[in-house]
């Protein structure tokens, strides 16, 4: 059984903070992560993809893999209001994707 | 250069009708997942395609859903006697490389 989890929250940060949100999943083979970005009643947005050990940056968004951890987070730092949404940590296995079921971030000015 | 997309944007039926949802994916891609994802719930695999195949069918239930993605054309998601369950939002994505994948719009399904 191919697993990715997260946690559900509502994960509440204030503006200006750091979030952090968190993805671990279940394959030790898996080789490549994405966090995606869903607003209500809007589709998912990619935002971050990671292949490798380490941190990779994106403007505000840093993502980090731990593959002996299986493990993959994703730092929003200086949160916005216009951040709040919920995050979706994808793995893929085998031919297709599993989607972890989201966390619900809440940025508050 | 256009995004995935999906029409129509909403669709309403009646209990026991069809529901076809198309999906044209970026230019240049040749790989379609189709994903469902209920109110308040994660999005769920249903199939992958390319080009006049289907790749992986594992999520998608075995009676009444079928999906097509023809040499030309968008692909298809077909829903035959739909039920209120089937009321959902349904995405379509589409990849280059069978990595990154990026989504359309949706459809929402409202089953009366």
């Known amino acids: 059984q191919k697993e990715v989890e997260q946690n559900s929250g509502p994960l509440s940060v204030p503006e200006g903070a750091i979030a952090s949100l968190n993805c671990t999943y279940s394959?030790?083979?898996?080789?490549?992560f994405f966090w995606y970005r869903q607003y209500s009643g809007k589709s998912p947005e990619l935002i971050m993809s990671?292949?490798?050990?380490g941190d990779k940056e994106d403007g505000r968004f840093t993502a980090q893999l731990n593959k002996a951890s299986q493990y993959v987070s994703l730092l929003i730092r200086d949160s916005q209001p216009s951040d709040s949404a919920t995050y979706l940590c994808a793995v893929p296995y085998g031919q297709n994707f599993v989607f972890g079921p989201g966390t619900r971030l809440s940025v508050l000015p | 250069n256009a995004g995935v997309m999906q029409n129509p944007r909403h669709l309403v039926r009646r209990r026991g009708q069809e529901a076809r949802l198309r999906c044209s994916p970026m230019?240049?891609?040749?790989?379609v997942y189709w994903y469902r994802q209920l109110p308040e719930e994660g999005l769920k695999f249903m199939v992958y395609?390319?080009?006049?195949?289907?790749?992986?069918e594992s999520g998608m239930p075995k009676e009444r859903f079928s999906a097509e993605f023809p040499k030309e054309g968008p692909s298809i998601l077909r829903i035959q006697q739909v039920v209120r369950g089937d009321s959902a939002a349904y995405f379509c994505a589409s990849s280059l490389s069978a990595l990154e994948q990026f989504f359309g719009p949706g459809t929402r399904l409202t089953v009366l």
């Open positions: 990671i292949y490798s050990n």
């Open positions: 394959d030790r083979g898996s080789q490549s």
């Open positions: 230019k240049g891609h040749s790989h």
């Open positions: 395609l390319q080009k006049e195949n289907i790749i992986d």
